[in-house]
């Protein structure tokens, strides 16, 4: 049930544009994005809740496909502050919630 | 800002002993969660609380875990006989509404010997 994230690292330049994929084999009705700096907490970035559904977040943004079940999170003009692993997350119909596998992002100079 | 905490940062304990970790979640919120998360791993879901009452558990949560909230404000959870598996950093979150934002606390770190 868990979604399943991709790529599994990225390195960037700073500047440079990255992409991280989440997808499930269940439906999904909302998909969550974290952001987790190495030693810290989850800290939330945005929820979408429509199929179809795009959010910005500074020069962070994301797509929410229902029918595909997948949501992308695209990060535009990397700054050495987005460095981080980027979990997706969806709540089932109960109250459970589960966090993707992770996408361990790297900005250097 | 109002903040999730959690005590202590860090836990030792010996295989086999009981532990208590505790966590305030912000005052308005309804609904709770425990996370656990191995070093260099994914954050697994262990159980949501609410309405003093579990409402969803993993495979994860067996009886060795219980959850509970003594006083209205303190939310915690207790490992009967911890085992060496145990050893990770769990996170207590919570939320205004099922499916929202949630916020979390900067985490406990269990040793288990």
């Known amino acids: 049930q868990q979604p399943v994230q991709s790529p599994q690292a990225v390195i960037l330049r700073e500047g440079e544009d990255a992409v991280i994929n989440c997808s499930s084999s269940?439906?999904?009705?909302?998909v969550h994005w974290y952001r987790q700096k190495h030693g810290e907490a989850p800290v939330f970035l945005m929820i979408?809740?429509?199929?179809?559904e795009q959010k910005g977040h500074d020069k962070i943004s994301a797509s929410f496909n229902e029918k595909k079940q997948q949501s992308s999170l695209y990060l535009t003009a990397s700054q050495l502050s987005y460095s981080g692993t980027y979990f997706c997350?969806?709540?089932?119909?109960?109250?459970?919630?589960?966090f993707g596998t992770g996408t361990s992002l790297t900005v250097i100079p | 800002e109002p903040e999730v905490t959690q005590t202590p940062s860090h836990q030792v304990t010996q295989m086999g002993q009981e532990v208590i970790l505790r966590c305030v979640p912000i005052?308005?919120?309804?609904?709770f969660y425990w996370y656990r998360q191995i070093l260099g791993q994914k954050v697994e879901f262990l159980v949501s609380?609410?309405?003093?009452?579990?409402?969803?558990k993993s495979e994860i949560f067996d009886d060795q875990f219980s959850v509970e909230r003594p006083d209205g404000s303190n939310f915690t959870l207790k490992i009967r006989s911890t085992k060496l598996e145990d050893s990770a950093m769990y996170f207590c979150?919570?939320?205004?509404?099922?499916?929202?934002?949630?916020?979390f606390g900067p985490g406990t770190r269990l040793t288990v010997l």
């Open positions: 269940k439906a999904l009705y909302s």
């Open positions: 997350g969806t709540p089932n119909t109960g109250n459970q919630f589960y």
């Open positions: 979150a919570s939320t205004l509404q099922g499916g929202a934002e949630q916020f």
């Open positions: 979408l809740l429509k199929g179809g």
């Open positions: 005052s308005n919120h309804l609904y």
């Open positions: 609380f609410y309405n003093n009452e579990i409402s969803e």
